[in-house]
T-cell receptor, first 116, second 114 residues
Framework: GNSVTQMEGPVTLSEEAFLTINCTYTATGYPSLFWYVQYPGEGLQLLLKATKADDKGSNKGFEATYRKETTSFHLEKGSVQVSDSAVYFCALSPPRDPYNNNDMRFGAGTRLTVKP | KAGVTQTPRYLIKTRGQQVTLSCSPISGHRSVSWYQQTPGQGLQFLFEYFSETQRNKGNFPGRFSGRQFSNSRSEMNVSTLELGDSALYLC?????????????FGPGTRLTVT
């Protein structure tokens, strides 16, 4: 079935450090891939997305490239800030299939803490 | 444009009771999905409604049900509450079916069952 695996947290970095959060997926066909961020006490916000192989999603300095060959969608940021402290979720949306569930699948989430 | 709103934000119930949660999607959005978020299980999909019809359902017992109204507002109901139902319940809306377009999440309803 469809699933997402992302690196275990928590991750603690100093301000201006480089961030990578690994995400790999299992899916049939070509799913759409997403990164969501959840700040304390809030719902999830879409951070970026990619809908086909080799697409690069980017937003607020974060980037992720859809790699079909390695079934990965790693999140990166060159220089993190204290305000980036949050929980990050990788997610996939499978291609619409009338015979199977089409629900979005989320990874377990990775908590990032950035210290000044 | 107003975001997704969920009411109530916090709820405390006793085992055996039932509860109804409400979600108002972004204006114009026709799809509403519900998720349960717990520290142990993470984010789990409950169901999706589009144009008042349930289009997709996750692996939850029949105690969990939902509906969508003609104005796209949605409610979910949990009957015979169990301690394990304590969770953050998130609602998300989108223009098209979930996965076709972006989903926008509400702040959630924190349900505590005692």
């Amino acid at each position: 079935g469809n699933s997402v695996t992302q690196m275990e947290g928590p991750v603690t970095l100093s301000e201006e450090a480089f961030l990578t959060i690994n995400c790999t997926y299992t899916a049939t066909g070509y799913p759409s891939l997403f990164w969501y961020v959840q700040y304390p006490g809030e719902g999830l916000q879409l951070l970026l997305k990619a809908t086909k192989a080799d697409d690069k999603g980017s937003n607020k300095g974060f980037e992720a490239t859809y790699r079909k060959e390695t079934t990965s969608f790693h999140l990166e940021k060159g220089s993190v800030q204290v305000s980036d402290s949050a929980v990050y979720f990788c997610a996939l949306s499978p291609p619409r299939d009338p015979y199977n569930n089409n629900d979005m699948r989320f990874g377990a989430g990775t908590r990032l803490t950035v210290k000044p | 444009k107003a975001g997704v709103t969920q009411t109530p934000r916090y709820l405390i119930k006793t085992r055996g009771q039932q509860v109804t949660l409400s979600c108002s999607p972004i204006s114009g959005h026709r799809s509403v999905s519900w998720y349960q978020q717990t520290p142990g299980q993470g984010l789990q999909f409950l169901f999706e409604y589009f144009s008042e019809t349930q289009r997709n359902k996750g692996n939850f017992p029949g105690r969990f049900s939902g509906r969508q109204f003609s104005n796209s507002r949605s409610e979910m109901n949990v009957s015979t509450l169990e301690l394990g139902d304590s969770a953050l319940y998130l609602c998300a809306s989108s223009l098209a079916l979930a996965g076709v377009g972006e989903q926008y999440f509400g702040p959630g309803t924190r349900l505590t069952v005692t």
